[in-house]
């Protein structure tokens, strides 16, 4: 069974800093853009960031540039999203996903393939 996997999200102060891990299983990330969303509850999901695989082009919505990294390890087959400067707007429940080589920063269950479970970040003092 192919999966995505989330973790590493949980409650920090402003300013602090996580970094989120998206791991797959049944397959490796090699050959796809993998591409992290947010959702707050009733919203719509947003794109925050993405990596592509055929020249690890990465991707950043404007409000998080500067303060967020995405990088990829193939080999551990996981993705990470360093997110530093963290406030109180960046809360939300956050997703993976894995579609094809090139990134889209929408929420397009029609080119992303696979998604994972959502991991919480909470930002509050």
């Known amino acids: 069974q192919l999966q995505l996997v989330e973790s590493g999200g949980g409650l920090v102060q402003p300013g602090g800093s996580l970094r989120l891990s998206c791991a797959a299983s049944?397959?490796?990330?090699?050959?796809?853009?993998i591409g992290w969303f947010r959702q707050a509850p009733g919203k719509e999901r947003e794109g925050v960031s993405c990596?592509?695989?055929?020249?690890?082009?990465?991707y950043y919505a404007d409000s998080v540039k500067g303060r967020f990294t995405i990088s990829r390890d193939n080999a551990k087959s996981t993705v990470y999203l360093q997110m530093n400067s963290l406030k109180p707007e960046n809360t939300d429940v956050y997703y993976c996903?894995?579609?094809?080589?090139?990134?889209?920063?929408?929420?397009?269950?029609?080119?992303?393939?696979?998604w994972g479970q959502g991991t919480q970040v909470t930002v509050s003092s």
């Open positions: 996903a894995a579609g094809p080589a090139s990134c889209r920063l929408v929420a397009d269950t029609d080119w992303y393939d696979y």
């Open positions: 049944g397959f490796t990330l090699d050959y796809y853009a």
């Open positions: 990596i592509s695989s055929s020249d690890d082009s990465t």
